[in-house]
């Protein structure tokens, strides 16, 4: 599977972005798509998930501000980022897991939360 991410860019506090993430297979054919986030010395991790059959995750830290959503026409799946905030600012990475448990990665994007 191969994914092409979109998105990101230098925004200031409370503002918001959105990132998408094109697939190149049916989507409905992945267990789940996501974005994960790694900043500057961190570790990788989830920021948002949905499954083939819509069910969502979020991490703590973006519950009630980034919203998760996709196009299946598109197989295409959006993050809305809303309220940023500096320790939003991370490389942002798109990611897709078969049933089969092949996990694939798109580019990074970044997104940096400045004032």
């Known amino acids: 599977v191969q994914l092409q991410a979109f998105g990101g860019g230098l925004m200031q506090p409370g503002g918001y972005l959105r990132l998408s993430c094109a697939a190149s297979v049916n989507i409905f054919s992945l267990q789940y798509m996501g974005w994960y986030r790694q900043a500057p010395g961190k570790a990788r991790e989830l920021v948002a998930n949905?499954?083939?059959?819509?069910?969502?995750n979020y991490a703590d830290s973006v519950l009630g501000r980034f919203t998760i959503f996709r196009d299946i026409a598109r197989n295409t799946v959006y993050l809305r980022l809303n309220n940023l905030k500096p320790e939003d600012t991370a490389v942002y990475y798109c990611?897709?897991?078969?049933?089969?448990?092949?996990?694939?990665w798109g580019q990074g994007t970044q997104v940096t939360v400045s004032s």
């Open positions: 990611n897709a897991k078969s049933f089969n448990g092949q996990e694939s």
């Open positions: 949905i499954s083939s059959g819509a069910s969502i």
